[in-house]
Each structure stands twice: as C-alpha cells, then as structure tokens.
C-alpha cells in the first residue's frame, strides 16, 4: 500500500519548542543548516526510489529559491508549511490568512505550480483553532495536514476521525490528513513520525504502518524534518523536555528511514489522497459528517 511520506522544511532553530530562547529577528543571525539536511533527505529518498510531499516553510524558500527548485526537480510535490511557523491557536484568523498568502506566493513564484496543501507548525490546529479550516478553504487549498488525533501538552484532538476523510463547511470542503495513529484499547497512539520515530524504538513505527496497511485497509501519513537527519546541528537552551525531546537520538535517525524506505511504499500525499478519492469516496464523506462543528 502506497503511504505519504511527508517532510517540514525547516532549520533546526525554527523549532516551536525554541520560540521562547530566540525571536524570528535572530533567525538570519543563525547558522543555517537547512539546505545541508535538506538535501541529505532528497539523496536518502533519491536512493530508495520514494517520492514526497514537503512542506516547506516561506521563511525558508525565500532565502534558498534553488532548494525548492531542487526538491520540486527531484519528482517531490511542493506544499505550504506557512511562512513565519507561528502556532495557529496563538496566531489568530486575520495573521493565519496573511500568513498563508506570504507563503503561498513565494512558493507558487518559485514553482510555477498551485500550491495544493498545508500543515500547521507543530499540528496546531486543535480544537480551538478549527476556524483555520474556514480559511484554507476560503483560501483555495484542497488538503491539509494540521490535526493530530492524540493527547499531546501542546496540540491534538483525540476524539477526531483517524483516517483521511473530507471534512465539509457552508464555505466549501477540504480533505483533512491527520497524523497517523494505531488504536489501543480506546486510546489513540501516534505512529506517524518526528519525535515518535526518533524516541521510540523503530518496531514501534514499522509495525504501527504495518496494522494500518494490512488490518485496517489504510495508508499511512509519515513525516520528518531534516534537523532531524543532522546529529551536528548547534545545540540551543530550552527546557530539559524540550531538548530530550529535540536532540534525542538524532545520530540514529537516517539509518531508521533507510531501513523505513526500504520495509513500505511511500509516494506524494497528492498520490495518496487520489488513491483514497477513487478507493472510498462514500466512507470519507460519511466520516465528514462527523467532524463538522457549529458554523
């Protein structure tokens, strides 16, 4: 089964849990590492014959054009991970929608292709920012890639559906991609990449995608970041979760998604989502209904 392979393209200080050690008028006084890593993940790729979906962050497109041309060269789909990673529930309607235009524009200039899809910094769309839905489909996206359906101290919504479904507004609709998780006993847990694959062991991944494969009938949504391939990034102050959580097992990272590459499919999550549009079109519309909340 074809799964989504997805990257966040960002530098390894744009990282959500740094926010509060450096403010984004640091970022260019930073040594970048992005366009390294980044182009370590494309050879990875490149090798195991995956195609992707990355999410790339304007910030980053803007200063280093050729990386995105690079990526879109390769075979990759471009999509938006917005431009400044600002948190959508700190954010607010009026700066989100500003923010997707900066980021949209770059990209799209850069292409020459529509920007089809979005993903939240950090998965930030949660229960008290499910208004940004309004706003990607005012905006003219066709998917995103923002909820996670888990308990988590900074996202989540873990009552929300599990599986790639449309979720439908008095504006219009949208296809939602959430982060994938295996159901045990009741409770959602996450399998669907970053932190989860570099912190616990790889069997945990790998037979997580397998359940959703073969039991559940489902692809998988994977992601990474290339930081997350780059064991000598500069190390930066944060909280003691905050680095276990950042730095923890960077130097084991690339060997894991070789052998991930190697163990499942993966392809583009526009590839994913026109297999699940043909494949199942009345179980998706049907979850839609589940999930819509007062107008």
Same mark, same amino acid.
Do not use: C
């Given at each position: 089964?074809?799964?989504?392979?997805?990257?966040?393209?960002?530098?390894? /200080?744009?990282?959500?849990? /740094?926010?509060?050690?450096?403010?984004?008028?640091?970022?260019?006084?930073?040594?970048?590492?992005?366009? %390294?890593?980044?182009?370590?993940?494309?050879?990875?790729?490149?090798?195991r +014959?995956?195609?992707?979906?990355? /999410?790339?962050?304007?910030?980053?497109?803007?200063?280093? =054009?050729?990386?995105?041309? !690079?990526?879109?060269?390769?075979?990759?789909?471009?999509?938006?991970?917005?431009?400044?990673?600002?948190?959508? @529930?700190?954010?607010?309607?009026? !700066?989100?929608r500003?923010?997707?235009?900066?980021?949209? +524009?770059?990209?799209?200039?850069?292409?020459g292709?529509r920007?089809?899809? @979005?993903?939240?910094?950090?998965?930030?769309?949660?229960?008290?920012?499910?208004?940004?839905?309004?706003?990607? $489909?005012?905006?003219?996206? %066709?998917?995103?890639?923002? $909820?996670? =359906?888990?308990?988590?101290?900074?996202? +989540?919504?873990?009552?929300?559906?599990r599986? $790639?479904?449309? *979720?439908?507004?008095?504006?219009g609709?949208?296809?939602?991609?959430?982060?994938?998780?295996?159901?045990?006993?009741?409770?959602?847990?996450?399998?669907? #990449? #970053? #932190?989860?694959?570099?912190?616990?062991? @790889?069997?945990?991944?790998?037979? +997580?995608?397998?359940?959703?494969?073969?039991?559940e009938?489902?692809?998988?949504? /994977?992601?990474?970041? =290339?930081?997350?391939?780059?064991?000598?990034?500069p190390?930066? =102050?944060g909280?003691?979760?905050?680095?276990?959580?950042?730095?923890?097992?960077?130097?084991?990272?690339?060997?894991?998604?070789?052998?991930?590459?190697?163990?499942?499919?993966? #392809?583009?999550?526009? %590839? *994913?989502?026109?297999?699940?549009?043909?494949? %199942?079109p009345?179980?998706?519309?049907?979850?839609?209904a589940?999930?819509l909340?007062? !107008?």
């Amino acid at each position: 089964m074809l799964n989504a392979l997805t990257v966040d393209v960002e530098d390894y /200080f744009q990282v959500s849990a /740094f926010d509060n050690q450096l403010s984004r008028a640091d970022w260019d006084s930073m040594p970048s590492r992005v366009v %390294e890593s980044t182009n370590r993940l494309l050879r990875l790729f490149d090798d195991r +014959g995956a195609r992707g979906t990355f /999410f790339v962050l304007g910030w980053v497109a803007e200063r280093y =054009p050729h990386l995105v041309r !690079a990526i879109q060269a390769a075979g990759h789909e471009i999509a938006s991970h917005g431009y400044e990673h600002r948190l959508v @529930y700190e954010n607010g309607p009026a !700066a989100l929608r500003e923010d997707l235009r900066r980021s949209r +524009g770059v990209l799209e200039s850069i292409t020459g292709l529509r920007v089809r899809g @979005y993903r939240a910094p950090s998965y930030s769309v949660t229960r008290q920012s499910l208004w940004a839905l309004d706003i990607l $489909i005012e905006e003219g996206y %066709e998917y995103d890639s923002s $909820i996670y =359906p888990i308990r988590h101290d900074r996202y +989540g919504i873990p009552d929300w559906p599990r599986q $790639i479904h449309e *979720v439908r507004r008095p504006g219009g609709s949208i296809w939602e991609l959430p982060g994938s998780t295996v159901q045990v006993l009741g409770t959602n847990l996450p399998i669907g #990449g #970053g #932190g989860y694959f570099r912190l616990l062991p @790889y069997m945990w991944t790998a037979l +997580g995608i397998a359940r959703l494969n073969r039991k559940e009938g489902r692809p998988a949504i /994977f992601y990474i970041h =290339p930081w997350e391939v780059d064991p000598g990034q500069p190390r930066l =102050p944060g909280s003691m979760l905050s680095r276990f959580r950042h730095y923890r097992n960077l130097d084991r990272t690339e060997g894991r998604l070789q052998t991930l590459l190697t163990d499942f499919e993966f #392809g583009t999550v526009a %590839e *994913v989502l026109d297999t699940v549009r043909v494949k %199942e079109p009345a179980q998706a519309a049907s979850a839609a209904a589940t999930v819509l909340w007062p !107008a």
